[in-house]
Structures are given as C-alpha cells and as structure tokens.
C-alpha cells in the first residue's frame, strides 16, 4: 500500500518561532487557475459587449471621425482589457492579499518560502515567468518543475522565492479514541501510575491531532524524538514510539491524573 504524500513545511522565523504549511499541490492549483481565468475572460467579455455597444452608439454620431477610428479606439480598449486580466489580475491580488479568487475559493495562498506575504515585485517575477512554465504547452514545465521541488514549486515560483500553501480552516476538535484497544502485553509494559504535566500533555495531543495526516515514516520520525523521555520516565521500550505515546496519553487522560488544568480533555481523534 502506498504511502500518502506528506506536504508539509516547517519554517523557523529569526524568533525561532515554528510555522507548520501545507503546500498545495498541482491538481488544487490547476484547478483555482481555471476558476481565475473563467473570472478575468467573463469579465473581459462583458466590458468587450459594452464596449462594441458604446461603439455602435458612436459610430451612429459620429460626425467628424471615421468609423475606422473609433473601431482601432475599441480594438485598443479590448487589448488593455486582455492584458490586465492575464497579468495585471493575479499580480495586483497576490501582492495585496496573497490571494486571486481562484485560490480563496480553495483555500490557497501564495507565500514566501519564509512563511511571509509576499509583495508587489515578487508578485509580478512570479507571474511574468508563468510564459515560462508554460513551455512547450500545457504547463508542462511548470508542472516538471512542481514534480522535482519539495514544495511544489513551479519556475516562477522558484525564481520569486515564493509557494502556494493551503490555509487551514478551524474546526471543531474530536474526541481521542484509542484504536485499536491496549493489548494485555501492552498494558504490562506500561506503569500503573502514568502522569503527564500540562506540556508533556500539550505535546502528546499535537501529535495525536496530526496523526491521522501523517505518513507512517513522518509519523515514526516525528515519535522517535520522545523515545528517550518515554524509556527514562515510564520504562516503555518494546512498543512502538507511535504507539507509546497514544497508549500513555490515553491512560493518563482516562485515568485523570494529568498535572494542572486540562486542555479540553480528549480533544482530537487518534486513527
């Protein structure tokens, strides 16, 4: 069984403050690129109708232009029109809120590879080599790029120092189930007085919250940094990291005998 794509990003600002993103990948942003361009060319098309409406009107009393004028005027109108939809569009968005309508309509963002919001220059980089990634056709670059880089990065992206994330929509927490139940092996490896304090707590629940996102090589690196506090505190050493740390939590939440105030008890889902 194949193991699922892990797409996240930890990024440490100067203030050795820890960002957790989850970039998105082709298929998403395929799919918010198509809802922006059916957003620029309505657009387009709209004004277009207008505007060959004021022609018409024009063209009607018009007394000293000719009528070749006024339709190189429309021809002009509808250029500027075409060209501020295919790139002044998704530069001037993206610069002001890290967002066309495509990408909110998803979820998406564009960010620095820092974790930051990107400005007005690295906008118009990342935008202008869309040409690029558009080579031979059908995006093919950009998706070849996307395929080699970690977080998806496609040309513009890469040269912009920036990349598509997908923001997280708050939801409301689950209970934690131990699945499946402890074994008696497993109940006898583990002390009888199990107490957690309201880090160790804190800790344990963010990685039960994630679990069930995680791909069982992230999962077991992820583990394997508490083996060492989870051998010297409670003498747990023939079960599974992972597996460990639900089985503790589980019996110290059920037994109530975590130290300090609890954090919405049994507050996730552990898969």
Request: include cysteine; charged fraction near 20%.
């Amino acid at each position: 069984m194949s193991e699922p794509l892990d797409t996240d990003v930890a990024i440490e600002t100067p203030e050795h403050i820890v960002f957790q993103w989850k970039v998105a990948g082709p298929g998403r942003r395929a799919a918010a690129y198509a809802i922006d361009l059916f957003v620029c060319y309505f657009v387009v098309a709209v004004v277009g109708f207008i505007v060959i409406l004021a022609l018409s009107a024009g063209t009607a009393i018009t007394v000293g232009g000719s009528v070749e004028e006024v339709a190189k005027a429309g021809i002009g109108i509808l250029l500027v029109m075409l060209f501020l939809a295919q790139w002044g569009y998704f530069t001037a968005l993206e610069a002001t809120r890290g967002a066309t309508i495509g990408k909110s309509a998803l979820g998406l963002r564009v960010v620095t590879t820092m974790g930051r919001p990107i400005g007005f220059s690295a906008s118009l980089l990342r935008n202008l080599l869309r040409a690029a990634d558009a080579l031979p056709f059908g995006y093919i670059a950009g998706v070849v790029a996307m395929a080699l880089t970690r977080r998806f990065q496609r040309m513009g992206d890469l040269v912009a120092g920036t990349m598509v994330v997908r923001t997280e929509r708050a939801s409301a927490a689950r209970p934690i189930i131990l699945r499946p139940p402890p074994t008696p092996a497993e109940l006898r490896e583990l002390p009888d007085d199990v107490r957690l304090d309201p880090e160790e707590r804190a800790a344990f629940e963010l990685f039960l919250r994630r679990d069930h996102a995680l791909g069982s090589a992230r999962r077991d690196e992820l583990a394997s940094l508490l083996s060492d506090m989870l051998t010297r505190r409670f003498g747990v050493k023939q079960i599974p990291p992972a597996r460990a740390i639900a089985l503790i939590y589980d019996q110290a939440v059920n037994a109530g005998r975590t130290e300090g105030p609890a954090s919405s008890r049994g507050a996730a889902s552990w898969r």
